[in-house]
């Protein structure tokens, strides 16, 4: 678990577009946490813990290039971590605005950013410490989509929100004016839709990538890594854990009829996976030894 697949590999191409993987950098979290009711002798077999207990995790934002558009999903870590908070995660450096430059991408040539959900690991990147000091918009051009009911609890968020939801990965944003809230299934481009799910978080929404006969899917903190394939593994940060479950059900028999690559934010070993009946995974991105997740 000590390697971390390399970013901007050779893309996944879904038909005309392409899917790239961007460092949104690392950190640790409890292991127990991530896997809930399940016991530490089964996950474990699954997904190593260090000592400690805790597992390694990505924070990995894709980077959709349609023929005319380039869509980010999820924005990592950011680089607004306090010395307290690196300490707290053991996280690792935001590289996301680097490594776009490497494919020849500013920042400002980002169309749209979608947000499956508003948890600092997925939204912390959407607003930078600018370098004269204060905060900014990291991707000045682009429309913002958020479920609106995500965006209410952001507003107004619960007891237990407030511990994820901070406000400073949104103030900069809501000045822009570049936040647009959808409600159910929004079409961003004819190859890239987002689909309310619920579940992780109230307004917690999917990603479908359809290009020439082919599909990806982008199920976002629903399917955090590939040792979650089993429905019934669910983590304690899920809101609505019988949701979860019966999400991936679903999901799961919809995108397997079509072929569909399931994709990962948080995995530091595997991208996207096929997977076969039974949870069986039948292909993985990067082409690797593919592990049993059956149940």
């Known amino acids: 678990m000590d390697e971390i697949l390399s970013s901007l590999p050779t893309p996944l191409r879904i038909g005309t577009t392409e899917i790239y993987w961007l460092s949104g950098g690392t950190f640790r979290l409890d292991g127990g946490t991530m896997f809930g009711p399940v016991p530490k002798t089964l996950w474990e077999k ?10 390694l995790l990505v924070n990995d934002p894709l980077l959709i290039r ?3 558009q380039n869509i980010l999903v999820d924005s990592g870590l950011g680089n607004k971590l306090t010395p307290k908070q690196h300490a707290i ?8 605005v680097s490594q776009l430059a490497q494919l020849g991408i500013k920042r400002q040539d980002i169309d749209v950013v979608i947000l499956t959900h508003a948890d600092f690991d997925h939204a912390g990147g959407v607003v930078m410490a600018a370098e004269q000091g204060g905060e900014e918009v990291s991707f000045p051009s682009a429309v913002h989509l958020m479920q609106e009911t995500e965006w209410q609890d952001v507003a107004a968020p619960s007891r237990r929100a407030k511990e994820s939801y901070w406000p400073i990965n949104f103030n900069a944003l809501i000045k822009s004016g570049a936040m647009q809230l959808v409600q159910g299934t929004y079409q961003v481009c004819p190859e890239v839709r987002i689909c309310h799910t619920g579940g992780h978080t109230r307004g917690h929404q999917l ?11 982008h199920l976002g903190d629903l399917l955090p890594t590939h040792a979650h394939i089993n429905p019934l593994w669910v983590m304690a940060y899920d809101n609505f854990p019988l949701e979860v479950i019966a999400c991936k059900e679903r999901y799961f028999k919809q995108y397997r009829q079509q072929n569909a690559w399931f994709t990962f934010y948080h ?9 076969g009946g039974k949870g069986k995974i039948t292909e993985c991105w990067p082409q690797a030894v593919c592990p049993s997740t059956a149940s």
């Open 267 to 275: 995995d530091p070993l595997m991208r996207a996976c096929k997977l």
């Open 207 to 217: 990603v479908e990538i359809s290009s020439g006969g082919e599909c990806a899917v």
């Open 89 to 96: 995660f053991a996280s690792s450096e935001w590289l996301l």
């Open 66 to 68: 349609t023929p005319e």
């Open 46 to 55: 699954r997904y190593p813990a260090a000592v400690d207990n805790t597992i």
